[in-house]
Structure formats: C-alpha cells, structure tokens
C-alpha cells in the first residue's frame, strides 16, 4: 500500500490585514480533518498557518489528485471562509475563485502539493510553506539541495547520491514543462531555474531509480483569475536521507537570506525569512516574504504520532542556526525598502501586469505624445 502527502493551502482571510491566519481558522482546519480522520479518509493530518494561508497537511492512502482528499480539503476551506466572513476577518475567502467543486482543487485558487510514496523503512519529509511570495521561491533552494555539490556534501561523499537528480521543471507562461537531469544539464537547469519568474522546479526525482523526492505547488494564482489576487504563497514537499540529501542538507540552502517575488502587494523583490512557527506572521510591508519547515516521519500510512494521535512534528526553523539568515533578511529588507517604488526594489513592468499598477497608468495615456 503506498502513502500519499498532500498539503493543501488557501488563504481564505486573515487577522489585521494579511497578515495571519486566526485560531478559530486553525480550529476549523483541525475539526474538520479530524472528523474525515475519524472517518478513515485520512491517517494523520497537522494544521499550521503560513502567515495569512491556512496549510492542511493530510496524510492518507488515497493516492495524488484523489477526488475525496480534494473535496476534504476545498469544504474545509469553505467553512473556514464562511467563519472568516462571519468575523468579517480581512480578505474572506480571498483563494477560493471558483464557487463549485469539480473533482480537482488544482486550478480552483487553493495552492497544492502531493507526493505517493512507497514508505523506506523511515521516511524523513520536510514540507516548507511559504506566505508572500511566488511558486518560483523554491528554484533556488530545490536546484542547491539537490543539484549543487557545494551545499549538499552528499552528492560527492555518497554513491546513494552521486548519480544525480531529475528535475521537472514547468513553463508557467507556455504551461508546458521540460525534464532535465543533473549532473549532465546542470547549467541548462540554471538557465531556466534562474528565471523565477517563469519557470518553476514541480519534481525532483533521484535519477538512477525515478525514487520520487520533491514536489513543488506551481498555480500562478493571477494566471487562473487574470487578475492580482494575492500572491501563489508556495508549498513544498521534501523527502530526505538514506540515499537522498539528509535533513540537514534540505535545510542549509537558508542559512542564508536569498530574494524572491512579492512582499507587498505581491510586487516587490524581497528576502526570504525562514522563521519557526510562532514568527509565521508577515508585518513590516506585509513581510517580509517568510518561510516555515516542518518534520515529520510517514508511518505506516499516516504520520508518526503520540500515543493520543497528535502527530510528532518538528518545528525546523525554529532554531538560532538560522538567526543569520533572519538578520541578513532584515538588512536587506531597511535597503530595498529605502528604495521605495524604483526598479530593482519593484518588480519589473511585466510583473507588474496584474497588479492594480495598470489602473492608475491608464490615466496618463492619451497624454503621451510621440517623442
Ligand atoms: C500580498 C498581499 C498584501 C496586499 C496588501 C494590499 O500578497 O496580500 O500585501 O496586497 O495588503 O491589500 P488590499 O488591496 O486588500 O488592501
Ligand atoms: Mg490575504
Ligand atoms: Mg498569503
């Protein structure tokens, strides 16, 4: 029997702004999946909050794209829009564009990321969420865990390793997608990875037996409403050790700061914050753009737990290993916002696209005369 990950993610309305998904939110999160776990729809769930985006984590036996999980995720969401609306907390319902549900969350506004996995005999997963930024925010640190010999020592030092890594990687403006493996197109990788913007990594495979080991939500939210609409707020799924970069590994790509897309009103280049959950708010412009990590163990179908039920789950970086890289991130956050509204602080013009920037340009139009 094989095991599925699936974290599912909407913002459906916050506190104070954009800024933080409230408990009575989580509350419904957790009721909700504990009735479906109740019902032995799901083995093992975990609710957390990446700033202003409830994350249901669900782990189940019903395989990727599965109608029921989908179904399970997209009424959790709605109720806890309806609680939002109730509260007349900020941005009810903010994710959810669709009003029917049609077999498939993908496509509907809720971000998505699944993995079926056959279990090793431990599975050590690491699932990031991220609030204020793009689906491209994980090409860097995907492309160093699993692609650069300097960050993950073990491609060097472990034969398990050393035969490299396939990367799927999607075109968000052609929505189509290429496989690359590495070693051999590393630079062709770093041709497309680099341009964050339009290309995400989706899946990483171990190249000498296709053993999945990361998946990455793509949904280009403005690309599915035409409009601005909040930014995508990208979750991911990370296998680790035994033949896949250890744990630590996964994680040393953050040691550092490294800037991405979005931060205030999702048009603003800043530096990624990975912070534990209790710093899992986004204040000063609506950031800066943050990041959580959470560990856990698949077993037997579900996830490793407490005698109660409650899952075992590792807050990862709620540590002061990564106090550089928060302190990096606040430096270059005073510097790129002491730049106020000109380029490179501001996305470029294409980005901007749709963004509410248009409107207030329209005005100026007929004003301009050939030079
Ligand atoms: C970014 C985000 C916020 C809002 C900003 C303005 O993804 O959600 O930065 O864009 O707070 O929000 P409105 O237009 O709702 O006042
Ligand atoms: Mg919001
Ligand atoms: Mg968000």
């Known amino acids: 029997m094989k095991t599925t990950i699936s974290i599912i993610k909407a913002d459906v309305g916050s506190l104070a702004g954009h800024h933080i998904v409230p408990e009575p939110l989580l509350e419904i999160g957790r009721e909700n999946l504990r009735a479906a776990q109740e019902k032995a729809l799901i083995n093992s769930f975990y609710v957390f909050n990446a700033g202003d985006d409830l994350e249901l984590l669900m782990v189940h036996q019903k395989g990727e794209r599965n109608e029921e999980i989908h179904a399970l995720a997209w009424d959790t969401f709605q109720k806890a829009a309806n609680k939002a609306k109730e509260l007349k907390l900020y941005g009810a319902g903010q994710d959810l564009l669709k009003t029917a549900f049609s077999g498939n969350i993908r ?43 300097s960050s993950t020592a073990g491609l060097v030092i472990d034969p398990g390793l050393s035969t490299g890594f396939k990367f799927e990687v999607l075109d968000t403006k052609q929505n189509r997608k290429v496989v690359l493996k590495s070693p051999e197109e590393m630079y062709e990788l770093i041709a497309l990875l680099g341009n964050s913007n339009r290309y995400s990594a989706s899946r990483v495979w171990r190249a000498r037996d296709d053993l999945s080991c990361a998946v990455t939500s793509t949904t280009k939210l403005s690309l599915i409403a035409g409009k601005y609409v909040g930014k995508d707020d990208p979750v991911a799924i990370v296998r680790g050790q035994h033949g896949l970069p250890a744990v630590g590994e996964v994680l040393v790509p953050f040691l550092h700061t490294y800037i991405v897309e979005g931060w205030m009103r999702g048009s603003h280049w800043g530096p990624l914050m990975p ?55 606040q430096d270059i956050a005073a510097m790129l916002r002491r730049m106020g509204e000109f380029q490179p602080a501001r996305l470029s013009e294409e980005s901007m696209e749709y963004t509410t920037l248009p409107q207030v340009l329209e005005k100026l139009q007929n004003r301009f005369k050939p030079a």
């Open 107 to 149: 496509g509907m506004g809720p971000g998505i990321a699944e993995m079926e996995i056959e279990e090793r005999r431990s599975d050590p997963i690491v699932v990031f969420a991220a609030d204020k930024t793009s689906a491209g925010s994980f090409n860097y640190p995907i492309f160093r865990i699993f692609a650069d010999p």
């Open 275 to 329: 912070v534990g959950l209790s710093d899992s708010k986004c204040t000063a412009f609506d950031g800066p753009p943050r990041m959580v990590a959470i560990g856990f163990q698949v077993s037997n179908g579900g996830i490793a737990s407490h005698r109660d039920g409650t899952p075992l789950i590792a807050d990862l970086f709620d540590d002061p290993a990564f106090d550089m890289a928060r302190r990096e991130a």
